[in-house]
């Protein structure tokens, strides 16, 4: 427990003293995160909507596939892409894997059905006639689902945090296909991971309190984009 | 201006309306009257193009908008419509009023423009920087009201606009509604279940029961000749009594009612079974049975009395139920009251005959 509280006491000392690795692995760690949390964002938000207000055959099934990917290991996402993009894979002569990109498709895949979900989840929260009362007074379909998706803009923006939220935490995708490689692939949760078995308990430790620092300030920061 | 021909629609097998052929011309006020559930919110959904019909055919200006998005789309655009129950947008009240311009394409120096002026008109300004979804349940409607007028709709339609609002509130936007038919005669279709509304707003009143329009006409037509039983107690047409025609002579028939006669204009003819409709408004009361125009005279006695405001309703069993309105003045002046012997009297011309 001493030495716990010693590895703590460290961890504070490596971030305050701005170490130039912790904040290096720090910056990639959040520019992967935030990049691949804003591609789904792009691809899932307005995905979501064209399947929430078309009526189409097989729509409740493809929901219930969708919400079942919630909980897909990461460690599947990573072999599918691992198998993807090795060299004898139908991409391997892009050269991806074990390089950042690979991570950010990972991670993209990993999320795409919670933002796809949530955000279904989100437009099933607003008053139904929002849509009907947009048309009436001459909205596109486009416009009215534009429209609903700001009136649901905080349950959209609980999604994107969800999925940032398990973009930054997952492990087992950015070891299998990023290859923890120092200076190039190496992020905050493939770190601490490799550093806790070589016995580094307070670089793990510093990393583990930056993690969770992080958490706490895209929650913060969400809380007051709400309240504007 | 806008024309239907044929329009049906169903949902999963049921038919909510069908073969409504109905002509809306410019300057008209037409009210949709008829119980809950019979197709009045869904007809004026397929009128303002938000819903497609199962069957028939719309055109807007004697163009075809029944299947093209595009020109949907584009009449859509030309029209508004408030729906029952109002909702808001969250932001203000001026951002809501400003959504259908926008979406519209309008430069915004032009929606700033428009939408003071609608505040002012509908008289909102006071609140229009408030957060609409605070807004009372009449304060939003108003706000509808004023978000569908500020596109210069050339058919504003309306469901039941006065429907979930107190008096007061509901008062407001008639006078709005009154105003705007004065003024720009705006043409209107709405849906009301409330009849006197439609009497004070319409020139045309359409009848609809259980999908299908059955009369349409004005107003006077609709409550005074009504085209069946149905519609005639729809309209609060208390006194319809079965006969059939005895005798006739020219245009005058005597109908048998029961045991007893009376005397109607009617082109009915000998032998048809018919409905006979007096309105109440139309009998007047004597204690003496005094020399009159009217044809038809009966005595009988005071059964029932109710006070309703300033009028009193009387029911007098005269061989067959009728019932009849005083004001509660002439009521006490006569000595009416129950077990009164009365003298009940309306014209021949004031039944009105359905054909069974």
């Known amino acids: ?228 | 201006m806008l024309e239907a021909r044929g329009l049906g629609k169903d949902y999963q097998g049921r038919q909510v309306l069908q073969c409504i052929d109905l002509q809306i011309c410019e300057g008209d006020v037409l009210c949709l009257i008829g119980p809950r559930g019979a197709g009045k919110t869904t007809l004026l959904r397929l009128l303002d193009l938000l819903e497609k019909p199962s069957g028939g055919e719309l055109y807007f200006n004697g163009v075809n908008v029944t299947f093209s998005e595009r020109l949907r789309l584009q009449v859509r655009r030309r029209m508004s419509f408030v729906l029952q129950k109002p909702i808001v947008f969250s932001g203000s009240v001026r951002d809501n009023i400003a959504y259908g311009l926008k979406w519209r394409g309008e430069a915004s120096k032009l929606v700033r423009k428009k939408t003071e002026y609608i505040l002012e008109l509908v008289g909102i300004a006071d609140y229009a920087d408030r957060e609409a979804k605070t807004l009372s349940g009449g304060e939003m409607q108003l706000v509808a009201l004023a978000r569908a007028l500020v596109t210069e709709p050339e058919v504003l339609f309306l469901d039941e606009p006065t429907a979930n609002l107190d008096p007061v509130s509901g008062a407001k936007i008639e006078a709005i509604l009154a105003r705007l038919i004065e003024s720009r005669k705006m043409t209107i279709v709405m849906a009301t279940h409330d009849m006197a509304q439609g009497q004070r707003l319409a020139n045309r009143i359409g009848v609809l029961m259980s999908g299908r329009l059955l009369q349409i006409g004005s107003p006077v037509e609709i409550f005074c000749l009504p085209a069946s039983k149905e519609i005639a107690e729809f309209v609060g047409v208390e006194n319809i009594l079965s006969g059939s025609v005895t005798e006739k002579n020219g245009g005058l028939a005597t109908i048998s009612v029961g045991e007893v006669t009376f005397e109607v204009v009617t082109s009915c003819n000998v032998g048809d079974l018919v409905w006979a409709i007096i309105r109440p408004e139309d009998i007047t009361f004597a204690r003496v049975k005094e020399l009159s125009s009217a044809r038809n005279v009966f005595q009988g006695k005071i059964t029932r009395m109710a006070t309703v405001g300033a009028l009193v309703r009387v029911e007098v069993d005269c061989g067959f139920t009728l019932l009849g309105v005083l004001t509660k003045k002439s009521a006490d002046d006569m000595g009416i009251e129950p077990g009164v012997d009365v003298y009940a009297s309306f014209k021949a011309s004031a039944v009105h005959i359905i054909k069974r």
Not at chain 1, 104 to 109: A, D, H, K
Not at chain 1, 155 to 179: D, H, K
């Open chain 1, 1 to 228: 427990m001493v030495e716990l509280w010693h590895a703590f006491i460290k961890a504070l000392e490596l971030i305050a003293s701005l170490d130039s690795e912790v904040m290096e692995i720090t910056r990639r760690s959040l520019a992967i995160s935030v990049t691949s949390c804003s591609i789904t964002s792009l691809i899932c938000v307005p995905l979501g909507s064209l399947i929430h207000f078309n009526r189409f055959p097989g729509k409740s099934v493809l929901i219930n596939v969708i919400q079942t990917f919630y909980s897909f290991p990461t460690v599947v996402v990573g072999l599918f892409v691992f198998v993807l993009l090795s060299r004898t894979g139908p991409l391997g002569e892009l050269g991806l894997l074990f390089t950042p990109v690979a991570i950010v498709v990972g991670q993209v895949l990993l999320i795409m059905p919670i933002m796809i979900g949530l955000t279904i989840s989100a437009l099933s929260g607003i008053d139904g006639s929002v849509v009907e009362t947009a048309m009436s007074l001459g909205a596109s379909r486009t416009q009215a689902s534009i429209l609903a998706l700001k009136e649901a803009r905080f349950a959209v923006l609980t999604a994107v945090i969800m999925c940032f939220g398990r973009a930054i935490s997952e492990v087992g995708l950015s070891i299998m296909v990023g290859g923890n490689i120092k200076g190039f692939t190496r992020t905050l949760t493939t770190a601490i991971s490799l550093e806790s078995s070589k016995g580094d308990i307070e670089l793990s430790l510093a990393l583990g309190v930056i993690l969770l620092t992080l958490a706490l300030m895209v929650n913060l920061l969400i809380g007051w984009l709400q309240r504007r």
